[in-house]
């Protein structure tokens, strides 16, 4: 009898893994499907390779940054990007790269001071230089960084700010505030989502129509305003980490509303399957049916609305400093650089100080890329409108034919 | 119909009620009040306050009290007759405040959702039409753009633009030279010139919303079978387009737009500080940051409503414009 039960699984599984070897998407599971379909999406491949990277600039942040946070110097103040040259004035290319010695000078029309090229010094540029102590990943301290040039010559890629910081240096210090508050938020609003939505969704009746409306006051704020008036509340001389811990909570106070909704829907749909009734009458704890049988039914869908969640919390992010409410020097995030740029004058006389606008954009731009692929990825319908892919196709002749195949039986 | 929108309005009443109570309890978290503010900012002045002059502020505004029956003295002025409260900053009451600048941005607002809708509805017609056509391509990626470029930020860059080719950064809504004049022909034309820019800013990610939007709205309308019938039948493909596709594309942009109304009228708060704008949001920046918590506060009431009221608006409009959603709610 055993032998004969074993005989019997062991011919199941060979069935099975021939099958699995002769057609591999019935045994793929969703998620191998999901990556298979975003890498796909040319854009969101695209977009996760610049993910990618500008999350390894944010990480490697102090290593790549000439200067530290605390860094300035006074006499190059607001002084325009220094260009990184090969060829000098005399016409002689050099194999490594350099840069022109800074001088200033009075500009004969506005008397403003601003800052010249000095041919005469040559600075080449070199790698791993010794500079501003810091703390790398964490976890040992050390002096070196990526690049820079020896004293007393100045590397500013993208120029300083009206205190003569290093604007390129800012920047990359900058992203890890302003890359990791949206993941950290969406990741606080994903458990509450989670956990709101779905008691929300099993339990229904009394308990659902409380926690809707309370979503729908939550949701009926306008966000901006709240925003600012919860940013006001923030006691005026925290620290950095507190203050940066404060407005990842801010913001995932409102976001995670809408998250809450996405997965109220999904239970609910799914609390009629079959499946779920069996295992309910199979005497299955609610816990254990939540998590092992309906959270994998949705949670693809969950982690699509939260990557898309994902660019209106840098936006908030960088609007909240931009406003002087959020980070505050010398620690930085890119609405703290674009503090400078809103006074008109400004932008006008220093055009690079807009340069961390193109990084705000790219990431937001990317991380939409991403999430419209993800969603596509995700959704099963979505693929006979959008995606044209060989695949679909044949897998839809291999659904006719099974349909077929069922009729005639 | 008529059940179903007093049902909706009234169910509105309890949500404002408790939204209010939140509002007024969120503005009051900061530590210090007005006074507090206010006595900082004299004694940098060189005036000193004492504690009693400074108690007897408090007792005069009725800050001493805990924020429950402040809020209770607040709601039932706001509920009894009409009256929001005192500002303490501007030392007018806040009703006479939120006159002043509800025109300037009501104004805006309106001025913004006809470019938007005027911009967006042909554009999406066009690029669904001519699917795959560059046009297609560079509207498509317009409104990418324009969707990922926070507004304020694209402020600043309209701006600079602006300064760079015309010498004038077009800050605020009316040139110095207007701004106390009486209305006239030529300070119309000067608000309207000035009107440019935060329309165009306050307006693109709408707009770049609805293009996509009305795009794949029409994508789905123009291939069904009664288009084909009608084309088959001999009609000219424009009278197609305007009699089958359009119309039904159209809905629910046209129910919607109880929503772009609020987010436009939310939405525009920063911009209108980065441009220095005669609206809400800078007058509600610096209540916010002076503590000035019943202007803050009706500001905040006001909004919340107007996100209701759009709501409830574009649940009505969604009612009337689709039988289906009429038919199941009789039904229900």
Known sequence: MVTQAKALIRRFRNARSVRAAARPDQSASHWRLMYRELKRHKLARISSVVLAMMYTLALFAPFIAPQGLENYSSEYMNSKPTVVRFVDAEGNFHLQPFVYGLKSERDPETLRKRFVEDPSKLFPIKLFVRGEEYTFLGVFQTNVHLFGVDEPGRIFLFGTDGMGRDLFSRVVLGSQVSLTVPLIGVSISFVLGLLIGGISGYAGGRVDAVIQRFIDIVRSFPTLPLWMALAAAIPPRVGVVEMFFYITIIMAFIEWTGLARVVRSKFIALRAEDYVTAAKIAGVGDLKIIFVHLVPGFISYLVVAATLAIPGMIIGETAMSFLGLGIRSPATSWGVLMQEAQQIENVALYPWKLIPLIFVIIVVLAFNFFGDGLRDAADPYSHESGLKSANRKEKQRWFNRSKGKRMSM | ?332
């Open chain 2, 1 to 332: 119909m008529v059940r179903y929108i007093t049902r909706r309005t009234l169910v509105m009443i309890p949500v404002a009620l408790v939204v209010s109570m939140i509002v007024f309890f969120i503005i009051q978290l900061p530590p210090g009040d007005f006074i507090s503010g206010y006595a900082a900012k004299m004694s940098t002045s060189g005036e000193i306050m004492d504690a009693q002059a400074l108690a007897q502020l408090r007792e005069a505004y009725g800050l001493d009290q805990p924020w429950y029956a402040q809020y209770f003295t607040w709601i039932t002025g706001i509920l009894t007759e009409g009256d929001f409260g005192y500002s303490l900053s501007y030392n007018r009451p806040v009703a006479d405040i939120i006159g002043q600048y509800m025109g300037i941005t009501l104004l805006v607002s309106i001025f913004t959702m006809l470019f938007t809708y005027i911009i967006a509805i042909p554009i999406g017609v066009l690029s669904a039409v001519k699917q795959y056509s560059w046009f297609d391509y560079l509207s498509t990626g317009i409104g990418f753009l324009g969707m990922a470029t926070p507004n304020f930020l694209f402020a600043i860059l309209l701006m600079f633009l602006s300064f760079r080719w015309w010498g004038d950064p077009m800050l605020g809504l009316f040139s110095p030279e207007f701004a106390e004049a009486p209305w006239t022909y030529a300070k119309w034309l000067d608000l309207l010139k000035h009107m440019i820019i935060p329309v165009i800013v306050i307006g693109t990610s709408n707009t770049c919303e609805l293009i996509r939007v009305m795009r794949g709205q029409m994508l789905d309308e123009m291939t069904k079978p009664h288009i084909v019938t009608a084309r088959a039948k001999g009609l000219p493909e424009w009278r197609i387009l305007v009699k089958y596709s359009i119309r039904a594309a159209i809905n629910p942009v046209i129910s919607t737009i109880g929503w772009s109304l609020t987010t436009i009228f939310t939405g525009s708060t920063i911009t209108a500080i980065v441009l220095n704008l005669p609206t809400q949001g800078p007058v509600m920046h610096k209540a916010l940051l002076s503590q000035d918590m019943y202007l803050a506060g009706s500001w905040l009431l006001l909004m919340a409503v107007f996100t209701l009221l759009g709501t409830l608006i574009s649940d009505i409009l969604l009612a009337l414009l689709d039988p289906r959603i009429r038919l199941e709610r009789k039904g229900a």
